[in-house]
């Protein structure tokens, strides 16, 4: 099986991801207050999805990842929609970010496709926790065994698989077992299937559920279909951490990160404090890198102006 993220990886200093969906639709009006969050986007304004798509490849990011994080059969359902709808949807996650890419593409001259390569696209794979929309992403805890994950995991997959993109983004997982059975699913039913698994992480060294990150690392390492592993939706202060002790792991995979901004949040206000600093976010990635980092992106409150910024960082690596 050809390794979707290789020729990246083998050109590149690190790979270059997007960052946040929702904090760029929220100033193009897009109401997330929502259980469905960014996905409800899929139904009122599709087209302001592909214009952030858009937003993010013109800024340098060699990986797209779709509004498909909290789209689910159970979350559709409670608006009302039957499977087929909601598949269609997940779908269209999918054909919105492969569209974004082939016009950027398509769009750049010729020379300019010589210098890079072609972006991906990352299906974007929340966890059990998201659906529930009350935080459980970064708690964990679900009382669920690993059969019942499968279960839930297992349409979501084959929707967005049937879509064509170039990989899954199994991301903000809190929990070790939840990896487990995204992996059990991968290796058993959709064994030409490629992905990377992020977890949530808490602290320096834990995940949100209370394991080591590194335990996650050796365990999922020895999966061929894994193509990466590391931690999104994370306060940066954690990321030098929590990278060198994953570093650490024997043969583990490429390890990747996209943190959050910065900002702390406030649950109660449901408020986001503190200031944006695109080029500091930047000037971090420097540590991330000597730390082990392969793979380098942003998650809440980031936009094309830190992925901008990345790239201009990595552009002085290159030369």
């Known amino acids: 099986m050809e390794h979707a993220l290789t020729p990246h990886l083998r050109t590149l200093p690190f790979v270059l991801l997007d960052g946040a969906l929702a904090t760029e639709l929220e100033p193009m009006g897009c109401d997330l207050a929502d259980p469905l969050w960014s996905a409800k986007v899929l139904l009122e304004a599709p087209e302001k999805i592909r214009t952030v798509h858009a937003a993010y490849l013109a800024a340098g990011a060699d990986v797209v990842t779709t509004a498909s994080y909290q789209a689910t059969y159970e979350g559709f359902a409670g608006r009302g929609l039957g499977a087929d709808a909601a598949t269609g949807l997940m779908q269209r996650s999918v054909q919105l970010a492969r569209e974004a890419r082939d016009a950027y593409w398509s769009g750049l001259a010729e020379a300019d496709r010589a210098s890079r390569l072609r972006p991906l696209v990352a299906a974007s794979v929340g966890p059990y926790g998201a659906m529930l929309a009350d935080g459980s992403e970064y708690r964990g805890h679900y009382g669920l065994d690993v059969k019942t994950l499968m279960d839930f995991h297992r349409p979501r997959l084959a929707a967005l698989l049937a879509a064509g ?59 061929p279909q894994v193509l990466a592993i590391g931690f999104n939706c994370t306060a940066p202060r954690h990321a030098q951490s929590l990278l060198a002790a994953a570093a650490a792991v024997p043969d583990h995979k490429p390890l990747l990160l996209y943190p959050n901004s910065g900002e702390g949040y406030d649950a109660a206000t449901k408020c986001w404090h503190g200031s944006r600093d695109a080029a500091g976010f930047a000037a971090s990635a420097k540590g991330w890198l000597e730390a082990g980092a392969r793979l380098i992106g942003g998650c809440c409150r980031t936009g094309p102006a830190e992925i901008a910024a990345l790239a201009a960082w990595r552009t002085t690596l290159a030369t």
């Open 165 to 223: 993109p170039d990989l899954l983004a199994c991301e903000t997982l809190p929990s070790l077992l939840e990896a487990q059975a995204l992996v059990q699913l991968l290796e058993n039913e959709f064994p030409d299937a490629q992905a990377w698994i992020s977890f949530s992480c808490t602290d320096d060294r834990h995940i949100s559920e209370g394991t080591a990150l590194d335990a996650c690392v050796a365990e999922l390492s020895p999966c």
